[in-house]
């Protein structure tokens, strides 16, 4: 009798792109001015999950979606309603213990969307807190307070989506050390399984990086900096805390208390995955797509780019990945054997078995550069 065919595992990323106002710091693919075309864009999105997800069977024979991630943009300005569309698409793929994430800003919620989504089989949420500080909050140009916050925590577990995910940002002008261990110690008196801590960065296309240019020089991110003396330090520090608190840390900017997330281990162990919305960008056997930023050219019909992936590429993908995270890297992998061993003698990596692990995920980048 023959056997049946291993299936190909996947992940899934749907793109969002509506807000109603951007973020300084953001640098995301989203328009706040494009409200109505939501309706016409989650139908293309379904449309496109299902010419997809076909042409990967009719290539592959058997499929499977190992998670979701749901993102933006800012995903519950989507009613509730016109999900169910784009589920119905992939669901059949999806394994029994599929992770599904969406995103969402705690100024929105209502606890019909919150169930509803539960309901069509989302069982993480994240949301966009980044600060609990009202003045750090209007820095950052967010539209919710910190009050925000706790409503969105207590309606989500109302709804019984415990797993639960907040993003948040350190690394601002106001970022004193009292400051951080007051907003650190307000996060983790919450019931969260999940912290994501990011550094400010100004990325090109944000409002602040075009500020930074015009009158701030260099200064915005160095002077967040300088109690701390610098980018490692202020890490570090929000790291120790989170450690301290039972957050585990995986990633350069991923704690957890329970578990990881599927979702980001896929990505950074080389899993392949779908990118599907305006902007989305997947990977899959040594090809990177990319689909149209535009929403208006999103909806003309499906295109995307195709970049095929040098070997080249893709080891240094895996070298930056690993390093910064707790997928480690093969050691059959790493091209300078030499440096490696100074980096093993100095105690900067770990070896494991057949793998290589950076001590302080901090410098994964500065470790893939030096054995590269």
Known sequence: ??????PLEISLYLHIPFCNSKCGYCAFNSQTDKNHLKTSYMEALAKYVSYKLKNLVDKYKCLEITSVYIGGGTPNLIDFSAY????????????????ISIEANPNSLS???LNTLKSLGVNRLSLGVQSFDDTKLAFLERDHKKDSVYRAVEMAFRVGLENLNIDFIYGTPLCSANLLESELKLACALPL???SAYH???DEGSRFYQKQQKKFGN?????????FEGFLSIGHFVSSYLQEAGFAQYEVSNYTKHKPSLHNLGYWSGKGYLGIGAGAVGTLAGVRTTMPKSIEKFLLGFSEEEEILSPQDQLLEHLFLGFRSCVGVAIERI???QNLAILLEAGKVRKCDKRVYAQDYFLGDAIALFVG
């Open 84 to 99: 169910a569309l784009v589920f119905a698409e992939f669901s059949s793929f999806l394994q029994p213990q599929a992770e």
């Open 335 to 337: 091209p300078n054997a």
């Open 193 to 195: 399984s999940h912290i």
């Open 200 to 202: 400010l960065s100004l």
């Open 111 to 113: 606890l019909e969307w």
């Open 219 to 227: 200064s915005l991110i160095k002077d967040s900096d300088k109690e």
């Open 1 to 6: 009798m023959e056997s049946q065919s291993k």
